[in-house]
């Protein structure tokens, strides 16, 4: 399972670290994900962290958001800076199941909303 | 990056019908796509991945198809739980959602 939190209300150029803790698998031995949801829209991919440490950002998010883990407590976390409001949105934390399909997101947690305003 | 144009934006349908989602891929993604079923106020959960092979616990009223750059998603026998947002994913190259397929009750 995931469970994340973190979210809330903050300004714009504020940031925000979201957290994902996972139970049942090691996030560190599994593709782990972002994805991203404003309200009433579609899904969006925002980040991705391999289980070897590589990373990889949506362009919108380049330089203004880090994905990192930390094992000993295995949780995610996506580190939000110079947040924006069109970042407001449900994010969600999913797994990605590599024998699958690479990016086969096959556990989503239950969201948490982050909302940038003045 | 690869674009996912996915159609209908939405489509009405009764019960015990047969619907078909439709994505296209802006360039040829082999058999990377998955699709996903989301209900309001919940996450997503996988339906089907690598195009054609059904995730575990899914009902078989439920398949996949397609290659290359046109994929489908097809809903035999639509039952009431069905009604909810259908998503196209490419991880050919980085990842990338189709924008969602509304399936409302007619």
């Known amino acids: 399972q995931l469970r994340e939190s973190g979210g809330g209300l903050i300004q714009p150029g504020g940031s925000l670290r979201l957290s994902c803790a996972a139970s049942?698998?090691?996030?560190?031995?599994?593709?782990m994900s972002w994805v991203r949801q404003a309200p009433g829209k579609g899904l969006d991919w925002v980040s991705v962290l391999y289980s070897g440490g590589r990373t990889f950002y949506t362009d919108s998010v380049k330089g203004r958001f880090t994905i990192s883990r930390e094992e000993s407590t295995n949780t995610l976390f996506l580190q939000m800076d110079s947040l924006r409001v069109d970042d407001t949105a449900v994010y969600y934390c999913?797994?990605?199941?590599?024998?699958?399909?690479?990016?086969?997101?096959?556990?989503w947690g239950q969201g948490t909303m982050v909302t940038v305003s003045s | 990056d690869i674009q996912m144009t996915q159609s209908p934006s939405s489509l009405s349908a009764s019960v015990g019908d047969r619907v078909t989602i439709t994505c296209r891929a802006s360039q040829n993604i082999g058999s990377f796509v998955n699709w996903y079923q989301q209900k309001p106020g919940k996450g997503p959960q996988i339906l089907i991945y690598a195009a054609s092979s059904l995730q575990s616990g899914v009902p078989s009223r439920f398949s996949g198809g397609g290659s290359g750059t046109d994929f489908t998603l097809t809903i035999s026998n639509l039952q009431p739980e069905d009604f909810a947002t259908y998503y196209c994913?490419?991880?050919?190259?980085?990842?990338?959602f189709g924008q969602g397929t509304n399936v409302e009750i007619k």
């Open positions: 994913q490419q991880t050919y190259s980085s990842r990338t």
């Open positions: 999913a797994r990605e199941n590599t024998a699958m399909l690479p990016g086969a997101l096959d556990i």
């Open positions: 049942g698998f090691s996030i560190s031995n599994n593709y």
